[in-house]
T-cell receptor, first 112, second 113 residues
Framework: SQKIEQNSEALNIQEGKTATLTCNYT??????LQWYRQDPGRGPVFLLL?????KEKRKERLKVTFDTTLKQSLFHITASQPADSATYLC???????????FGSGTRLSIRP | EAQVTQNPRYLITVTGKKLTVTCSQN?????MSWYRQDPGLGLRQIYY???????DKGDVPEGYKVSRKEKRNFPLILESPSPNQTSLYFC????????????FGPGTRLTVT
């Protein structure tokens, strides 16, 4: 069955360092991979989308990579700040269907 | 302001009492979807709709119904709620041509006793 794994349930790093979150998938051929941020008690907020034919996407301090051979996406936050503390979710969508599947998320904590 | 609204935000009900959670978006999005979020299981898609009168099952549709009679509204119906439907529910919407980057509502916390 299709499966997405976000390898770390929680990640704790020091302010100023680069946070790297991992999203792995199996039995799936996604056309799009998305990353969302979710704060406690609130709905997810879209951050970045990367297509299957793209290797890397950047937006300000955020960078996403997509390796369809490894079936993996990496999400980086450079110069991390305590305000970046949140749960980050990856989501996949195939080109043939409009169903979307989410990973269970990684809770990121940035300590001052 | 572009937004997705859900009502109610909190609901406590009893087993078997039919309920409807409303979802509305003001962005003229074609795609709308319902998710439930449970600890350790992440977001799971219940139903989605590509446009008016077009709906399809997600990964966990059992026990739920939806309808899409107007583009802006996508209500979630629980005909006979059970305790295992206690969860946090999110509605989301998206344009079809943007890779389905979704805008989420604030969530509805449902407790079925």
């Amino acid at each position: 069955s299709q499966k997405i794994e976000q390898n770390s349930e929680a990640l704790n790093i020091q302010e100023g360092k680069t946070a790297t979150l991992t999203c792995n998938y199996t039995n799936y051929s996604p056309a799009y991979l998305q990353w969302y941020r979710q704060d406690p008690g609130r709905g997810p907020v879209f951050l970045l989308l990367i297509r299957e034919n793209e290797k890397e996407k950047r937006k300000e301090r955020l960078k996403v990579t997509f390796d369809t051979t490894l079936k993996q996406s990496l999400f980086h936050i450079t110069a991390s700040q305590p305000a970046d503390s949140a749960t980050y979710l990856c989501a996949l969508r195939s080109s043939s269907a409009s169903k979307i599947i989410f990973g269970s998320g990684t809770r990121l904590s940035i300590r001052p | 302001e572009a937004q997705v609204t859900q009502n109610p935000r909190y609901l406590i009900t009893v087993t078997g009492k039919k309920l409807t959670v409303t979802c509305s978006q003001n962005m003229n999005h074609e795609y709308m979807s319902w998710y439930r979020q449970d600890p350790g299981l992440g977001l799971r898609q219940i139903y989605y709709s590509m446009n008016v009168e077009v709906t399809d099952k997600g990964d966990v549709p059992e026990g739920y119904k939806v309808s899409r009679k107007e583009k802006r509204n996508f209500p979630l119906i629980l005909e006979s709620p059970s305790p295992n439907q206690t969860s946090l529910y999110f509605c989301a919407s998206s344009l079809l041509d943007r890779g389905l980057e979704q805008y989420f509502g604030p969530g509805t916390r449902l407790t079925v006793t």
